[in-house]
């Protein structure tokens, strides 16, 4: 496009310079010189350096994988720039990949070192840009090995084991999981120098990405397999918040929730199994997308609007804990899916988040699934957003993280 005067022309050579000039600032930061305090809990509340802390976040969980191969590494770097240009200050993302393709853990105690040095990347990329973490030990799924690859590890040694939900009861399999656990927390960052149980870029642990059990839906079985866990994280990091990393669905600790859950028992207790004293913090996820993917939208946002309060007044009144939404999003792959629908969904949900934070409840943020960075497809589950890409959603998560952080210092004034 031509400039129609001089003036026109300079306005906007010095506007690309400051846009240069704000990339570059990025780039050229020494994460080391980052003082990023421990995230803490006073109270039912998230704290950081003694002050409320409410957060607009994402998930990116493919970050360790990728980063095992320096060539790719600027992929992670794009979407933390990104995703701090944003705003957003707490990534989600996988401290696991077992016996599949490019694994971390290649068997019980045998790592790539390789792949290691990939999560260590991402640890010092999050605090160059003052970004939080939440790292997930396992998957509940068979994608990236989870709950079925430890099974068929013990199976592989000769253990009897009945089925995957063994990996709660079954000694060995536990054993395996302990050391992995193990393994993470006191892995010293080869870039940063800093063990992993010492570093503050990390938020929390995760004990698993959506447990669930099929042979008990009471929850008292993955309650049992929680208490454990929890109890052995404790023992050997005290300085970071643990969660566990649940949908939210409720079992029997209080019957009459069941008529929040969409239809159907996953074996967890959202009750019973956040109220482990060990466990610092609740979340759920929403999908109600995929879990009434037979009803409308109007349906499926009223749906979410009573997931949300009713999480949110229980966590509050009854767990008395701080609450994380770790995982929603709009599927590109929807009925009648458009880029504005998404921006609206997005909006909807953020709206109600802020509104239950502004109201005193103990909602602390959010976590949208889930952000990639260009030319990433074969990542793609159909709720990527590539931020640079996407200047409307970009705005729509940019103006919830300003009235996030803007809501803390309030909430810090009052107090």
Same mark, same amino acid.
């Given at each position: ?183 993470? @927390?006191?892995? !010293?960052?080869?870039? *940063?120098?800093? =063990? $992993?149980? +010492? ?6 642990? /995760? ?68 109220? @482990?004293?060990? !466990?610092?913090?609740? *979340?759920?996820? =929403? $999908?109600? +997308? ?6 409308? /939208? ?118």
């Amino acid at each position: 496009m031509a400039c129609f005067s001089k003036i026109t022309c300079v306005l906007a050579l010095l506007l690309s310079l400051a846009l240069v000039s704000k990339a570059r600032v990025f780039d050229s930061v020494d994460y080391s010189r980052n003082k990023q305090g421990f995230v803490s809990i006073k109270g039912s509340h998230f704290t950081l350096k003694g002050s409320p802390f409410l957060f607009n976040g994402f998930n990116s969980y493919w970050m360790m994988t990728v980063a095992a191969d320096p060539n790719m590494r600027h992929q992670v770097t794009e979407v933390f720039r990104d995703a701090s240009a944003a705003g957003m200050s707490v990534c989600r993302t996988w401290a696991f990949a077992d016996g599949s393709s490019n694994a971390l853990q290649l068997s019980p105690g045998t790592y790539d070192e390789r792949v290691f040095q990939g999560l260590d990347f991402v640890i010092s990329e999050a605090k160059r840009f003052n970004i939080y973490l939440i790292l997930s030990f396992v998957n509940n799924y068979k994608d990236y090995g989870g709950r079925p690859q430890y099974a068929q590890w013990a199976r592989n040694a000769g253990v009897q084991v009945n089925n995957d939900d063994d990996f709660y009861t079954h000694p060995v399999v536990k054993g395996y999981y302990r050391n992995h656990v193990q393994r993470v @927390i006191s892995r !010293i960052n080869t870039i *940063t120098k800093v =063990a $992993y149980k +010492d570093d503050s870029t990390i938020m929390a642990w /995760e004990l698993m990405n959506e447990p669930r059990c099929d042979v008990d839906y009471s929850g008292r079985t993955v309650n049992g397999w929680v208490q454990e866990m929890a109890s052995f994280v404790k023992s050997i990091d005290r300085k970071h918040l643990l969660t566990i990393g649940m949908e939210g669905f409720y079992g029997d600790a209080m019957p009459e929730k069941k008529q929040f859950n969409p239809g159907y028992q996953v074996g967890t207790d959202f009750i019973s199994n956040h109220l @482990i004293r060990e !466990i610092d913090f609740a *979340t759920i996820h =929403a $999908y109600p +997308d995929i879990w009434l993917a037979n009803q409308n /939208e109007d349906a499926q946002m009223a749906f979410m609007g009573k997931w949300m309060q009713s999480h949110t007044a229980d966590a509050q009144a009854i767990l008395k804990k701080p609450l994380v939404i770790a995982e929603f999003g709009k599927s590109n792959k929807d009925p009648g899916f458009s880029l504005n629908s998404r921006d609206l969904y997005m909006n909807a949900v953020y709206t109600n988040i802020y509104k239950f934070a502004r109201n005193g409840g103990t909602l602390g943020g959010s976590l949208v699934w889930q952000v990639l960075a260009q030319g990433m497809q074969q990542y793609g589950d159909g709720y990527e957003i590539v931020l640079s890409e996407n200047p409307t959603t970009d705005n729509v998560i940019s103006r919830q993280s300003h009235a996030m952080t803007t809501l803390s210092h309030l909430v810090s004034t009052n107090n």
